[in-house]
T-cell receptor, first 109, second 117 residues
Framework: SQQGEEDPQALSIQEGENATMNCSYK?????LQWYRQNSGRGLVHLILIRSNEREKHSGRLRVTLDTSKKSSSLLITASRAADTASYFCATVGSYIPTFGRGTSLIVHP | NAGVTQTPKFRVLKTGQSMTLLCAQD?????MYWYRQDPGMGLRLIHYSVGEGTTAKGEVPDGYNVSRLKKQNFLLGLESAAPSQTSVYFC????????????????FGPGTRLLVL
């Protein structure tokens, strides 16, 4: 069963807008990771945030983690058409990551 | 570096046939994983390996077997394929955690699309 659950399931925005997607989970974690999957391709790692971190940045990506609420958010600023993809969170309690069902993001040019 | 490669890219099987999916990584990773991805289900872990010669069951292991005879290769076998095994299969690998109970980034292969008729 999936631990992390992304919300919303689908998101459609215009180029230049910000995109925010959320991940909620149920049990304690050591770290949480976000991945991107372009259509027909494998997953690509975006960012990892550890349980003792609250916020992390990487380029146009900003990830927050609230362990008290068991939730994380991924913000993509100034989105581009090339950001169109599915985004997955993976929660890691022990050695094995557990993936959510993903958020499908469409960025219209 | 080629990273994680998977063969074949696409395969059609008839019910009851067998096949082996091959995953290879050239990053000297200790951990390797097999996932399946179905529409609306995200990724589900089939089997994984924490080192050469060791394997373990994941969330959905029934109908699959695996072997890790060499550190760089992780094989997924279907002994008697069923239509329910129609899916996209992804292999991934990762480094040995720097600290106990930590997990690092996973590197994914491009996937194998399997259709079982």
């Amino acid at each position: 069963s999936q631990q992390g659950e992304e919300d919303p399931q689908a998101l459609s925005i215009q180029e230049g807008e910000n995109a925010t997607m959320n991940c909620s989970y149920k049990t304690s974690i050591n770290n949480l990771q976000w991945y991107r999957q372009n259509s027909g391709r494998g997953l690509v790692h975006l960012i990892l945030i550890r349980s003792n971190e609250r916020e992390k940045h990487s380029g146009r990506l900003r990830v927050t983690l609230d362990t008290s609420k068991k939730s994380s958010s991924l913000l993509i600023t100034a989105s581009r058409a090339a950001d169109t993809a599915s985004y997955f969170c993976a929660t890691v309690g022990s050695y094995i990551p557990t993936f959510g069902r993903g958020t499908s993001l469409i960025v219209h040019p | 570096n080629a990273g994680v490669t998977q063969t074949p890219k696409f395969r059609v099987l008839k019910t009851g046939q067998s096949m082996t999916l091959l995953c290879a990584q050239d990053m000297n990773h200790e951990y390797m994983y097999w996932y399946r991805q179905d529409p609306g289900m995200g990724l589900r872990l089939i089997h994984y390996s924490v080192g050469e010669g060791t394997t373990a069951k994941g969330e959905v292991p029934d109908g699959y077997n695996v072997s890790r005879l060499k550190k760089q290769n992780f094989l997924l076998g279907l002994e008697s394929a069923a239509p329910s095994q129609t899916s996209v299969y992804f292999c991934a690998s990762s480094y040995l955690p720097s600290q106990p109970m930590l997990q690092e980034t996973q590197y994914f292969g491009p996937g194998t699309r399997l259709l079982v008729l």
